[in-house]
């Protein structure tokens, strides 16, 4: 029993049920909930067929640089279920909603800005 956590994704699994709120689900073609009873506003992607009240269905990958391991989501979500803290704050600090009233889907909240860490300059190179 316990709850296992990236800040602003729920997954709750006690025992023989479980929670599963606002997650990204992309290319989990044997995608199943199996012992999570509650499940909703989560957003598929080539997951087989899926049926929640408030599922969102995507049209390709969501994030950022997934093959680099870039989870920040390149684009806004449809509104996720708002969660207590500490799912109100995303992986990057961000309050989820506070820039454009949406919670978005993910572990992390769309701030509107390019979510790409700029390379740092090269240092001084001296050629001879």
């Known amino acids: 029993s316990g709850t296992n956590q990236v800040k602003a994704v729920m997954f709750h699994y006690a025992g023989s049920s479980g929670t599963a709120y606002n997650n990204i689900f992309y290319g989990s073609t044997t995608m199943n909930f199996g012992s999570y009873t509650t499940h909703d506003y989560n957003w598929f992607y080539n997951t087989g067929a899926q049926s929640e009240p408030n ?5 390709g990958d969501p994030f950022v640089n997934s093959s680099l391991h870039n989870f920040r ?6 509104t996720g279920v708002a969660l207590s803290p500490p799912y109100n704050v995303d992986s ?3 309050t989820r909603a506070s820039i454009d009233g949406i919670w978005d889907r993910g572990a992390f909240e769309y701030t509107g800005v390019a979510d790409v860490i700029a390379p740092s300059a090269p240092p001084a190179v001296n050629i001879n």
């Open 55 to 59: 599922m969102q269905t995507g049209t």
């Open 73 to 78: 989501i390149s684009s806004g979500t449809s």
């Open 92 to 94: 990057d600090n961000n």
